[in-house]
């Protein structure tokens, strides 16, 4: 058996379950996972040379989890190591997180072999059979950005990197154009 991390421990002695954890415990059970590993795995690599691949079903419930909440890579892979739940569904653990990139990797393997709208095909069928559907919502990803208070240097000249715009009555910061 393998020994539970600090966070994953904390994670079981919680008491509330939650909408994310009930969502993803549902779609668990009703998602045909062998069916979907099945359509894949004929172009997944074998991990030969250079790093293991990441197990294909985790890479899929991963891409699944990035569809279901609007991740996107960067956000994921933080995901990851942020949130037990996530990787527990996924079937990681904290030594090993794929990064952004075999996220996008992954992405691009289904887009190039047109597997997206094949999974996508399959998990609607088969829940639509049982009676349920699945509703796409809105999740906001906030990142926060350091700006500074003025786009003035230390001289008091206007820092030539930094440019603002205003669209209605909001205005954005931002590094070089």
């Known amino acids: 058996m393998k020994q539970l991390s600090f966070a994953d421990a904390e ?9 994310r954890e009930r969502f993803l415990l549902e779609m668990d059970q009703v998602v045909p996972w062998q069916g979907l590993i099945a359509l894949i795995e004929p172009y997944y690599p074998k991990g030969e040379g250079g790093r293991p ?21 960067p956000a994921m892979e933080e995901a990851l190591y942020e949130t037990t739940l996530l990787r527990q569904f996924a ?6 997180i794929p990064d952004e990139t075999t996220l996008l990797n992954f992405r691009r393997l289904l887009e190039k072999h047109e597997l997206a ?20 919502g809105t999740i906001v990803d ?9 786009t003035k240097n230390k001289d008091g000249k206007r820092d030539p990197q930094m440019h603002s715009t205003k669209k209605g009555n909001q205005y954005y910061f931002g590094g070089a154009t």
Do not use: C
């Open 117 to 136: 709208g094949g999974i996508l095909e399959v998990i609607n069928g088969y829940l639509g059979e049982r009676g349920l559907s699945l509703r796409q």
């Open 11 to 19: 994670y079981a002695g919680k008491r509330k379950q939650t909408r």
């Open 142 to 150: 906030a990142t926060l950005i350091h700006a500074p208070s003025s």
């Open 91 to 96: 079937g990681l653990s904290l030594e090993r």
């Open 53 to 73: 691949a990441y197990p294909l079903a985790a890479m899929l419930r991963v891409h699944l989890m990035q569809n279901w909440f609007g991740y996107s890579d």
